[in-house]
């Protein structure tokens, strides 16, 4: 495959890579859902809008996905049953029953799975991912490993997130969920979760002396990467292998000082990592 998403300065270059052959995409249609919503002390402000996105959200799925049901839990540091039926009768009823919980309390998603003791074939978070209360990281998702579900999918929502959080959550299982974003368009997030993901994609650009990011830990159908290299020499085609998937990018003349900037930041979460 030959594509012209690229720009060079110098030895360096940027380029746009799709880790999908996109003739061979399957996806994953959710038939049941059970969908946990954050409703900790985070989510207080514009509360009562999150909880009529949170309709707006499973609407989509009803409409995307003939059938599906949905089981719409709220968690904190406890956990309150809101819905459970088919995602097309989830309605204003529901939306009051968020408001009147209210936004309060600590961020315990380890409670919240403990009470899945039979979760749907799918899970969805809908949360920030700050959590402030239980278990998190390593430990987080050694007890996510044992949720009886096929797959977990990460939504986020406000101005301070873990994406790392997350990320952490949608790869701890065999079959590898999404993160997406409840701040977008939604009928997105209800498509990104019927797609398939692929996870810890190795990423190599032959030739070059460097590049980042080296892995890609998880991409959808569609979804394009930021690739950067550097070489010894200038170059205007790339050889990339993410993956599986190798792809020819042809790279045209850019500005060096935005190129620079960008790959000096490249470089800095190359450091961090």
Known sequence: ETSAEAITAGGI????????DQATVRPQVPKAITLLVDTSASRALGFNRYASTIRELVQALATRYSGVVVDVIAFDQDTQSIYSGP???????????LEKRGAAGASDLEQALATLT???ERVVVV???????GASGGDLTAKLAGIKTDRVDVVMTGGIRDQALATSLVTALPRTGAVLDLDQRLGEVADGLGQSVLSQLSVEVAGASWVWPRTISSARPGQRTMIYAKFDQPVTTLDVRVGDRRQTVQATPGTDVLIARATAAAEVADLDA
Not at 13 to 20: I, L, N
Request: aromatic share 6%.
């Open 87 to 97: 995602a097309s009768e989830f309605g204003r009823a529901q939306v009051e029953l």
């Open 127 to 133: 949360t920030d991912g700050v959590l402030t209360a």
């Open 118 to 120: 039979q979760p749907r």
């Open 13 to 20: 270059v940027v380029a746009q890579v799709s880790p999908f």
